[in-house]
């Protein structure tokens, strides 16, 4: 792109303190990712042990992705990036079974979690909903089977899936495979509801609900305007970055708190150390700019 690393230049230097912050916290993630790699915790079923790590590596890598799209003034993306990092943050919860207490669900949400089928009294609860989560991925390709099946591509990961499906059907009972067939979402519910049940609803509002916009590419007016007094286009084909503190703030606090999570549940003992990296995020969440460079 046109001054690509003049502006990534003119970028590090302005945002330092806060390119450092977010580095800072995404080291102590690295360092959670290898104590977990070798961690051997008994309290952890292995499929959910697995699932946790497969979890934190991914999004790592995203928010890492964050931060180098943010270096070159692509704070859009890394905005959009927070979006998938806290389905992530919310997959986590979800298998971790990590509710608000009935008391504090609205009434919708509250018949919503009684429909659910219920789980076998001689299954771990987490390593049952970590098979849900890992079955659930298989139902988007059997859902289309009919017309990808002899795809070169998504024919082979349909049957790569498949076993996932079976084993839910086989080991759960026919009443969680065909709740899986007949729901999109691998919590059964909309996604609004599961935000609310794992207590994140105003994330939900702040973050996943008004990316909906620039996730289905509705925001084409957001890259360019119509200048009438030279009769001409203004175009943000390069840096100008919009609301930059937001941008990277906002994947770094949910993978924060993803980290939080995974740090507690596996007792990896790292609570000081993320402790440590918020506190050198949080001066820059308190601060509501839109400015560029």
Not at 20 to 44: E, Q, Y
Request: proline content about 5%; overall charge neutral; hydrophobic content about 40%.
């Amino acid at each position: 792109m046109p001054n690509e690393e003049l502006n990534r230049a003119t970028l590090a230097k302005h945002y330092k303190p806060l390119f450092d912050a977010t580095r800072g916290l995404f080291d102590v993630g690295m360092n959670i990712h290898t104590a977990l790699c070798n961690c051997k915790s008994a309290s952890l079923p292995v499929n959910v042990h697995e699932f946790l790590l497969g979890t934190l590596t991914r999004d790592l890598r995203r928010l890492r992705s964050s931060i180098l799209e943010c270096e070159i003034g692509h704070s859009e993306t890394a905005f959009l990036l927070s979006r998938i990092l806290l389905e992530g943050l919310l997959s986590v919860k979800f298998v971790m079974g990590e509710t608000i207490p009935q008391s504090q669900q609205s009434e919708n949400l509250r018949k919503s979690v009684t429909g659910l089928p219920k789980i076998p009294q001689n299954i771990d609860p987490r390593s049952f909903r970590a098979e849900v989560y890992r079955a659930a991925a298989a139902m988007a390709y059997w859902r289309v089977s009919d017309k990808t099946r002899n795809h070169p591509v998504l024919g082979e990961a349909s049957r790569r899936f498949h076993p996932a499906f079976a084993n839910i059907e086989r080991n759960f009972g026919a009443k969680w495979a065909k709740h899986l067939k007949d729901n999109t979402h691998f919590s059964g519910m909309s996604i609004r509801k599961c935000f609310e049940l794992h207590g994140i609803l105003d994330w939900y509002d702040t973050i996943y609900g008004p990316q909906s916009s620039p996730i289905h590419a509705n925001d084409a007016y957001s890259f360019v305007k119509y200048n009438e007094a030279e009769s001409s286009y203004d175009v943000l084909i390069v840096g100008e970055p919009t609301n930059f503190v937001t941008s990277l703030c906002m994947p770094t606090a949910v993978m924060g708190t993803t980290l939080e999570v995974i740090d507690r549940v596996a007792e990896l003992g790292f609570a000081k150390q993320l402790n440590e990296a918020a506190q050198k995020i949080e001066p820059f969440t308190k601060v509501n700019r839109s400015e560029s460079v």
